[in-house]
């Protein structure tokens, strides 16, 4: 594989991948996702080199990829080479987001790691990865214990038991709720389904979506391309279990527990990252995984140590409780990271949690008004503009503010706002 010291071109959709770095304002940035679990000393090392050739800054995304910051065209390559060498990362192709815990949480009715692993490779043969939006990403939720209904996907393969028959039922364009549904097929089929609506997708350009297919096509468009895959007659209904985010602790099939903790606005500081491994085997841990709301997960804990590795990983500073304000609170990079934006969202991030604290809704703090780390609606916006802080309420970065303030007046009116907010709701 050619290692490729230039960044990529900056373009509309674009995606930073290990091997294709994106330009930064704290120089280039790369992505890896990890293909599951990633043993301790080679996170360790991930780490190391997070330092030797960025600046030592490591993030975990919503969507569990690991991103590593402030490269340059000559430690790029380098880092991508020592990355390669502890093959952990699953390649630079369409984003396929499985259980967290796939293989080895308890609760799951279906066991996607192979699916998930052969479905790469079958996006490899054919080449798809090359005629597809970079942001094109597939989740197959395997109804295990972490909850993955929320994450959005262009197409959705979602497990669930009828009778005791297991189907996949699958679905385009959104989240769990939002999503198109097309019906179901055996999981034997899973592969041949998601390639198929692949090509449909590819059909219609390097830079077109599932969503947009639906809103000028409609569902039927990709009908034809499965029918003859989906299963007659079958309807019903997905097993409903008790989930959650992956800040939690969950049982193992083997008897150990995994412990999720989150990085703090979604990054933290290689050695902080460093120090947090060496709890994880202090503690008994045998390896990591991520997760999707910017979790890393120790696997392998005995049941008595579990609340000691969240002892210490609360004193490196991660989120360790899921009533934490901080994870209100997401943040793009911000300035002076990112040329675009006109405030630090990272850096203010703090500052809002801390004047937040209570606050039942989540805090969309974006540098400009693309809004890069957060689609949904949030319960406030904060918006950086050449004219100062927009707050939005209810609504996305595009939308209308109710006041734009100084960035020195952001810490009062986010209380402000949280004092109206809980005033509203004890009326209600």
């Known amino acids: 594989m050619t290692l490729l010291a230039a960044a990529m071109p900056k373009r509309r959709g674009a995606c930073p991948g290990l091997f294709a770095p994106m330009q930064t304002g704290d120089g280039l940035l790369v992505r890896l996702v990890p293909k599951g679990t990633i043993s301790l000393h080679a996170f360790a090392d991930l780490c190391a080199a997070g ?212 990085l703090a606005f979604g990054h933290a500081d290689a050695s902080a990252l460093e120090e947090l491994a060496g709890a994880a085997k202090t503690t008994g841990a045998s390896s990591l995984r991520t997760a999707p709301g910017c979790v890393l997960l120790a696997i392998g804990l005995a049941a008595q140590s579990v609340s000691s590795f969240a002892s210490a990983a609360e004193q490196l500073g991660f989120v360790t409780d899921g009533n934490d304000p901080r994870l209100r609170v997401i943040a793009c990079s911000g300035a002076p990271i990112c040329a675009s934006a006109h405030l630090p969202a990272r850096a203010l991030a703090p500052v809002i949690a801390r004047n937040a604290v209570g606050f039942a809704g989540t805090i969309h703090v974006s540098g400009c008004a693309k809004g890069c780390a957060q689609n949904a609606t949030a319960a406030l916006t904060i918006v950086g503009t050449p004219e100062g802080c927009a707050l939005i309420a209810d609504g996305s970065p595009h939308d209308v503010p109710f006041a734009v303030v100084t960035a020195s007046e952001l810490a009062g009116a986010v209380q402000h706002h949280v004092r109206e907010r809980r005033q509203e709701d004890a009326h209600g």
């Open 51 to 262: 330092r030797r050739y960025g600046n030592g800054i490591i993030e975990v995304t919503s969507r569990g990829s690991i991103q590593v910051r402030g490269l340059n065209a000559i430690s790029a390559p380098q880092f991508a080479a020592a990355i390669a060498a502890l093959d952990m990362a699953a390649g630079d192709a369409v984003s396929i987001l499985g259980n967290p815990l796939g293989g080895l949480d308890a609760q799951e009715i279906f066991d996607a790691t192979g699916l998930v692993a052969d479905l790469r490779s079958a996006i490899a043969q054919r080449g798809l990865a090359a005629r597809l939006s970079p942001k094109v990403s597939v989740v197959i939720d395997s109804a295990g214990a972490i909850d993955l209904e929320t994450i959005p996907a262009d197409i959705r393969l979602h497990a669930h038991a009828t009778e005791g028959d297991l189907m996949l039922r699958v679905s385009v364009g959104g989240d769990q709720a939002r999503a198109a549904e097309l019906g179901q097929v055996a999981p034997a089929q899973g592969i041949e389904t998601v390639i198929r609506l692949l090509e449909v997708i590819a059909r219609r350009g390097r830079d077109v979506r599932a969503r947009e297919i639906l809103a000028r096509e409609g569902v039927e468009v990709f009908l034809p391309a499965i029918r003859e895959l989906l299963l007659p007659g079958q309807d019903g209904r997905s097993l409903r279990r008790e989930r959650g985010v992956a800040l939690g602790s969950y049982p193992l099939r083997d008897e150990t527990m995994a412990r999720g903790v989150a």
